[in-house]
Nanobody, 114 residues
């Protein structure tokens, strides 16, 4: 079964940028879109962004205009470019199919704080 490994998180000041990466152990070509999710302390996991196999993207209103999702199927990679970060973006970030049906990875911690 495909395994997902997220990386690229860290501590950043408000207004800063980070680029998250998601490495899949096998092909991520699927009828389903790939997505990024996040979970803040004490909150449920929430959807952040989606990218279909054809490259169509969709974003949660809270990140629209600041985050960009992309994918490289040749490398089995999905990325999330995060700009103009806000403290409320602090969370553990995960990638998965939009259905969430793959085993969840360990996620990558993003902390936005001055």
């Amino acid at each position: 079964q495909v395994q997902l490994v997220e990386s690229g998180g860290g501590l950043v000041q408000p207004g800063g940028s980070l680029r998250l990466s998601c490495a899949a152990s096998a092909s991520i070509s699927s009828p389903y879109a790939m997505a990024w999710f996040r979970q803040a302390p004490g909150k449920q996991r929430e959807w952040v962004a989606t990218i279909t196999s054809s490259g169509r993207t969709n974003y949660a209103d809270s990140v629209k205009g600041r985050f960009t999702i992309s994918r490289d199927d040749a490398k089995n990679m999905v990325y999330l470019q995060m700009n103009s970060l806000k403290p409320e973006d602090t969370a553990v970030y995960y990638c998965n199919l939009i259905t969430g049906q793959l085993p969840w990875g360990q996620g990558t911690q993003v902390t936005v704080s001055s």
